[in-house]
T-cell receptor, first 115, second 119 residues
Framework: GQQLNQSPQSMFIQEGEDVSMNCTSS?????WLWYKQDPGEGPVLLIA?????ELTSNGRLTAQFGITRKDSFLNISASIPSDVGIYFC???????????????FGTGTRLQVFP | GAVVSQHPSWVICKSGTSVKIECRSL??????MFWYRQFPKQSLMLMAT?????????EQGVEKDKFLINHASLTLSTLTVTSAHPEDSSFYIC???????????????FGPGTRLTVT
């Protein structure tokens, strides 16, 4: 199936450092979403982006919807141990109906935070 | 907020048997639900779209006769893995779209997942 390219694949950082990860696609997306998944659990939505160029924050998290609509990035500032997990971007190519639009997931970024 | 539950959370079955996984939207209705499969250290791959009252739509490469989907009500979709084999062992996750507490029209609410191990 189709997947988005996400980088880096993994990150090992020290508590307090800032983190940046991005997602790219060869296709245009109308919606970009960023999720966090803890081991053995389902993904939890962190930030949703609905317009090209949009910059949105949620606490220490900031995400942007690329102008070309083919990329997005997520920044985490002042990381803490509970930020550990896998971060996925997800995109939707069509905006016909939120009931039927599928999500395409990125390959994931595994984040480790050391105290 | 909207909650999606899955049952069971984990299941072990013998090769050749069938396993049913339930996905429920607890406080909202969902005419559509999505089923994903996730192998260890990999991303979520969409398997099929479950449509209430009609046939499911399967992604390319997913065997519809092996992964039976039934969306009998506005709050329940089931995925049955028929004649399971060890290669079907995976983490199965469902999601349902609903109105959002975030800025924007909607978000996908994910269940906690079901870990299937076929021996």
């Amino acid at each position: 199936g189709q997947q988005l390219n996400q980088s880096p694949q993994s990150m090992f950082i020290q508590e307090g450092e800032d983190v940046s990860m991005n997602c790219t696609s060869s296709s245009i997306f109308n919606t970009w979403l960023w999720y966090k998944q803890d081991p053995g659990e389902g993904p939890v939505l962190l930030i949703a982006l609905y317009k090209a160029g949009e910059l949105t924050s949620n606490g220490r998290l900031t995400a942007q919807f690329g102008i070309t609509r083919k990329d997005s990035f997520l920044n985490i500032s002042a990381s803490i141990p509970s930020d550990v997990g896998i971060y996925f971007c997800a995109g939707q190519t069509e905006l016909i109906s939120y009931n039927t639009d599928k999500l395409i997931f990125g390959t994931g970024t595994r984040l480790q935070v050391f105290p | 907020g909207a909650v999606v539950s899955q049952h069971p959370s984990w299941v072990i079955c013998k090769s050749g048997t069938s396993v049913k996984i339930e996905c429920r939207s607890l406080d909202f209705q969902a005419t559509t639900m999505f089923w994903y499969r996730q192998f260890p250290k990999q991303s979520l791959m969409l398997m099929a779209t479950s449509n209430e009252g009609s046939k499911a739509t399967y992604e390319q490469g997913v065997e519809k006769d092996k992964f039976l989907i039934n969306h009998a009500s506005l709050t329940l979709s089931t995925l049955t893995v028929t004649s399971a084999h060890p290669e079907d062992s995976s983490f199965y996750i469902c999601s349902a779209p609903g109105t959002s507490g975030l800025r924007g029209p909607y978000e996908q609410y994910f269940g906690p997942g079901t870990r299937l191990t076929v021996t």
